[in-house]
T-cell receptor, first 113, second 112 residues
Framework: DTAVSQTPKYLVTQMGNDKSIKCEQN?????MYWYKQDSKKFLKIMFS???????INETVPNRFSPKSPDKAHLNLHINSLELGDSAVYFC????????????FGEGSRLTVL | GDSVTQMEGPVTLSEEAFLTINCTYT??????LFWYVQYPGEGLQLLLK?????DKGSNKGFEATYRKETTSFHLEKGSVQVSDSAVYFC???????????FGEGTQLTVNP
């Protein structure tokens, strides 16, 4: 059983389109995250939800909108895609504990043409 | 704010060589420190961690010691294998809730 699963694994789309990435975790965690990894492998947190409540919202364009329908799911919707949005997006989950481990999905590679 | 600085990569070694990847951090309070590894085409997975000063984390032959006096958490392995080829990330978890701040990542390639 996959602990943190993301779909789709690959997206290729045109500038200006809207796309969504879905994430689900079956670990019973109460906190979920979206991270963006650029072409140089740098990882930056975008959002974090704890029990469906937004707790971290970094300086991300408001074209990015996370939605958490329940504790086990955190989806990412992106409007009006731009070339600079091309990256690998990772979902992760954890218990609400600064000393705890994050569990990552396999990533969703977004390519904007 | 919190930050993590890793040695620049990429690092290329021959099999059985000694590995050190340097990591230093800036944080308030007493963060927890982590090393994550990302194999090609996969997500990150925890390699080891340390939650207080002088703790040593270890796993799969890798070790790192939490040095508060030098604000460092260097990753070491005595004899690397080809299968260790991956990107290694140093990270810290501060006091601002359950989140990680990552270093830039270091690409390691081990040749047979």
């Amino acid at each position: 059983d996959t602990a943190v699963s993301q779909t789709p694994k690959y997206l290729v789309t045109q500038m200006g389109n809207d796309k969504s990435i879905k994430c689900e975790q079956n670990l019973g965690h109460d906190t979920m995250y979206w991270y963006k990894q650029d072409s140089k492998k740098f990882l930056k947190i975008m959002f974090s939800y704890n029990n469906k409540e937004l707790i971290i919202n970094e300086t991300v364009p408001n074209r990015f909108s996370p939605k958490s329908p329940d504790k086990a799911h955190l989806n990412l919707h992106i409007n009006s895609l731009e070339l600079g949005d091309s990256a690998v997006y990772f979902c992760a989950s954890s218990h609400w504990d600064p000393r705890g481990e994050l569990f990552f999905g396999e990533g969703s590679r977004l390519t904007v043409l | 704010g919190d930050s993590v600085t890793q040695m620049e990569g990429p690092v290329t070694l021959s099999e059985e060589a000694f590995l050190t990847i340097n990591c230093t951090y800036t944080a308030t309070g007493y963060p927890s420190l982590f090393w994550y590894v990302q194999y090609p085409g996969e997500g990150l997975q925890l390699l080891l961690k340390a939650t207080k000063a002088d703790d040593k984390g270890s796993n799969k032959g890798f070790e790192a010691t939490y040095r508060k006096e030098t604000t460092s958490f260097h990753l070491e392995k005595g004899s690397v294998q080809v299968s260790d080829s991956a990107v290694y990330f140093c990270a810290l978890s501060g006091t601002s809730g359950s989140r990680l701040t990552f270093g830039e990542g270091t690409q390691l390639t081990v040749n047979p």
